[in-house]
């Protein structure tokens, strides 16, 4: 399901210059995703900078039939308070994770993952995306 469009995707509004971190595009869901990578903790500059690039991308980027963007923002940590707030009122898919500075192995992060995605959706064999994720961040 996922294809990789591009990492540091640089786009331009008044003649200043924007880089989302991470850009896929979901065939199967038919939206695109874009993470951003934080070094520390999220902070709500953080998420109001990914709901901007949610926005550029819903409007410029985004053609007819494609889903609304997904955005991913992973940092060392993230104040649940401080994120519940940032994000109150924000009618885009937003989502703040923390991340692990290493990939568990490829078993364990299979049943992570069989965990959150139903299996059966749309008869669709996750086991490939899992492997191309895994292969792209290992």
């Known amino acids: ?7 540091q995707y640089r786009f331009s509004i008044a003649g200043r210059q924007y880089y989302v971190d991470l850009v896929f595009y979901n065939v ?7 993470i951003d990578l934080k070094r520390g903790t999220v902070q709500h ?3 109001g900078q990914m709901n901007f690039y949610l926005n550029y991308f819903r409007k410029e980027v985004s053609t007819e039939g494609d889903n609304e963007p997904i955005g991913i923002v992973l ?13 109150e009122g924000i009618s885009n898919q937003l989502f703040i994770s923390r991340y692990m ?3 568990p192995d490829r078993k364990t992060l299979e049943r992570e ?13 996750y ?7 895994y292969a792209i961040f290992a």
């Not at 199967?28 to 874009?34: G, V």
């Not at 940092?75 to 994000?87: C, P, V």
């Not at 993952?113 to 064999?125: A, E, I």
């Open 127 to 133: 086991l490939s995306s899992i492997t191309a994720i």
């Open 101 to 103: 500075l290493y990939l």
């Open 113 to 125: 993952l069989y965990k959150v995605l139903d299996k059966k959706w749309l008869g669709y064999n």
């Open 1 to 7: 399901g996922f294809a990789f469009i591009g990492k």
């Open 45 to 47: 500059e953080d998420v």
């Open 75 to 87: 940092g060392a940590n993230a104040d649940r308070l401080t994120m519940e707030y940032a994000t």
């Open 28 to 34: 199967i869901l038919k939206c695109y995703c874009l």
